[in-house]
């Protein structure tokens, strides 16, 4: 098994209802390393940035202001199969068919409002992970 990085981002619906500490929590007894984590606001222009491979699909607008309305919580995590493991961990995107225990069953509110984003690939998060932290700031 190789160690993989992999981003967590905690979105707004989830900050805003003060479960970020919650998550990561939940993310640090699954037995992840945390090598980088910082809060902030995204304009809509880093939100378009960040979503771009979505950019044709109808919900992108709903997306960029959703991402956009208030601080999201971003961080870095490393361990064997990282990617595979956080997708376990925080579920399918519908918090309603999301597995009893996954983050996104337990903290998010609906399809568009699922608490948490998650890299999709090994290649992705490496992507997602340098596009908020610099090499120096991992490590």
């Given at each position: 098994?190789?160690?993989?990085?992999?981003?967590?981002?905690?979105?707004?619906?989830?900050?805003?209802?003060?479960?970020?500490?919650?998550?990561?929590?939940?993310?640090?007894?699954?037995?992840?390393?945390?090598?980088?984590?910082?809060?902030?606001?995204?304009?809509?222009?880093?939100?378009?940035?960040?979503?771009?491979?979505?950019?044709?699909?109808?919900f992108f607008g709903d997306l960029v202001e959703f991402m956009s309305s208030g601080p999201v919580v971003v961080a870095a995590l490393q361990r064997e199969s990282a990617v595979a493991r956080y997708r376990a961990l925080i579920g399918t995107t519908n918090p309603l068919k999301a597995a009893p225990g996954s983050l996104r069953q337990l903290y998010g509110e609906s399809i568009d409002r699922n608490a948490v984003h998650g890299s999709d690939s090994v290649e992705n998060g490496l992507v997602e992970v340098s596009f908020f932290f610099a090499g120096v700031e991992l490590g």
């Open positions: 098994m190789a160690i993989e990085r992999t981003l967590c981002m905690i979105k707004p619906d989830a900050v805003g209802s003060r479960k970020q500490g919650a998550i990561l929590q939940h993310i640090l007894d699954d037995g992840f390393e945390l090598l980088a984590m910082r809060q902030l606001r995204l304009s809509k222009r880093i939100v378009e940035a960040f979503y771009a491979v979505h950019t044709a699909q109808p």
